[in-house]
């Protein structure tokens, strides 16, 4: 069955609904994008109350644009809003609920008199911005004006306080990328200027005025999105009541060119071929790694995994799921971070791995009270967990690689070889990007598209659909496995360890 674009399924199986508010009205409701819960797992007990609830919301966007809230008597304003609110809240109403054999649960519920209505609206005292424009006694603008009231705060001020939000989250040198950036505009535009009378065209001069100063576009994208983009300095501002909400005025100002981007593709990490895998792993060059280095290297090439992802892994991240063992990528351990929400997934072992004798080697750490796989790798390192492995595979490849063409690679070039040799293989988008962890530019997969199952992860959703499987380096796996089956160390006395929250 076709599920309609208006519904999204939650982890705990409940559907909710959700409505794109015309663009013409979202100052005045505030928000571009309502969503409200249906409270009910069945998929057409889920379409009924949101046709239901889409066609009220309808009725209230014409309301609002014509403001006839003014005309409508208290009882009026009363009907309306519980023909906004009859698909939520309905616990109290419910006539019939039943519940199926495989957990589905079914209601069906009416409402015929005031007191229903009292109930409706008991139901619904939950901050809806739409509900309180359409029952606001304010005329539009008045009210847009109201919900856009703002605490005044220096520029000063605030940049210090969205430093300290970041302190506990951020590392080290990713904290201080963002304090430059934003101490940057900071003394551009001066420290006594008040948050909220900054404008896009102060933005604007700002960019213009560092890409005078000789900044490349790389530069000025970096600094654009710590103050203009997702978590940046303005959307800090907008949700602590600094900033009217509405645009940023930050974001928009600087992309690439098409030479630009077509010069990043060809100076950036490029993916190993063939030969140059061969290579890296003979047993006689791989020798010269390090143990966990190795383990390391033959992860990043069997996940695609970035390195910070691999220096972070505790033992416990190596669980079972559905009978295949798999690795978890977490933020739930202490200094365990992501670089986005995509990046938490959970990547079935390759049946390569189990050949190379991953399973035994986490095992022994395992029954030696290891918490993490790679201690050498500093938890709380300044440039990250994976800095340790990032260096370890860079002077391995220094050695293995000196006769290779120029080009930019690194640990970093395993992933990109996994993503190309899965695309390569078929694999499909969606799939390729939930292995990875990438987010996919199109919204529709994120908000509709499912999470692939461990199995279909590693065999392919279809018959003729390829998974994780697909990958196949050719590698001497016997006389590997022998280099990676060395003792596994011991934690040494008075590590800091560290564990899962």
């Not at 409200?36 to 009725?59: C, K, M, V, W």
């Not at 080290?172 to 950036?181: D, E, G, H, S, V």
């Not at 960019?207 to 994208?221: K, V």
């Not at 996994?418 to 919204?443: F, K, M, N, T, Y």
Request: aromatic share 8%; proline share 5%; glycine share 8%.
């Amino acid at each position: 069955m076709r599920i309609p674009h208006h519904l999204t399924r939650s982890a705990t199986g409940l559907w909710s609904f959700r409505q794109r508010v015309p663009a013409d009205l979202q100052d005045l409701v505030g928000r571009r994008l309502l969503k409200r819960t249906l409270r009910t797992n069945d998929l057409g007990e889920a379409r009924l109350r949101a046709i239901l609830l889409a066609s009220r919301y309808a009725q209230a966007f014409t309301s609002l644009r014509d403001r006839r809230m003014d005309k409508l008597g208290k009882k009026e304003v009363d009907e309306l809003i519980a023909r906004l609110t009859q698909t939520e809240g309905l616990k109290d109403l419910t006539l019939h609920r039943t519940k199926a054999p495989d957990g589905t649960v079914s209601e069906r519920w009416q409402i015929d008199n005031e007191d229903d209505l009292r109930l409706f609206q008991q139901a619904h005292q939950s901050n809806d911005p739409l509900l309180d424009a359409v029952n606001s006694p304010l005329p539009a603008r008045e009210f847009a004006a109201a919900r856009a009231k703002i605490t005044p705060i220096t520029l000063a001020d605030a940049r210090d306080a969205w430093l300290a939000t970041l302190q506990s989250s951020t590392l080290p040198k990713t904290l201080t990328i963002k304090k430059t950036a934003v101490e940057a505009l900071v003394r551009f535009l001066g420290n006594k200027t008040k948050l909220h009378t900054v404008t896009r065209t102060d933005l604007a001069r700002w960019y213009q005025h560092m890409r005078d100063e000789g900044a490349s576009t790389p530069t000025l994208t970096n600094k654009q999105s710590y103050v203009g983009g997702r978590s940046g300095f303005f959307e800090w501002a907008q949700a602590s009541g600094y900033f009217p909400k509405g645009d940023n005025p930050a974001a928009g100002h600087v992309s690439y060119s098409i030479r630009e981007k077509r010069a990043r593709r060809k100076f950036g990490f490029k993916a190993y071929d063939a030969h140059q895998i061969q290579a890296l792993f003979a047993p006689a060059a791989f020798e010269s790694l390090a143990l966990s280095a190795r383990w390391a290297a033959v992860i990043g090439l069997y996940t695609g995994a970035r390195a910070s992802e691999v220096g972070q892994l505790l033992v416990a991240d190596v669980i079972e799921e559905d009978g295949l063992l798999c690795i978890r990528v977490s933020d739930e351990g202490e200094y365990q971070k992501v670089k986005t929400e995509v990046s938490l997934r959970t990547v079935p072992v390759h049946p390569d791995l189990l050949a190379l004798g991953f399973r035994e080697w986490v095992d022994g750490l395992r029954a030696a009270g290891t918490e993490r796989l790679f201690p050498a790798a500093k938890a709380d390192a300044k440039n990250g967990a994976g800095n340790w492995i990032t260096k370890a595979f860079g002077r391995h490849l220094e050695q293995v690689g000196k006769s290779w063409p120029a080009g930019k690679r690194g640990f970093h070039s395993l992933r990109k070889t996994v993503i190309q040799a899965l695309q390569g293989a078929g694999v499909p988008s969606e799939l390729r990007a939930q292995l990875v962890g990438h987010e996919l530019d199109d919204e529709h997969h994120s908000t509709y598209s499912r999470d692939f199952t461990v199995r279909e992860k590693l065999h392919g959703p279809g018959p003729s659909t390829p998974g994780l499987t697909a990958l196949s380096f050719g590698l001497n796996l016997p006389v590997l496995a022998q280099l990676l089956l060395d003792t596994a160390p011991t934690p040494r006395a008075g590590r800091k360890r560290v564990s899962e929250k």
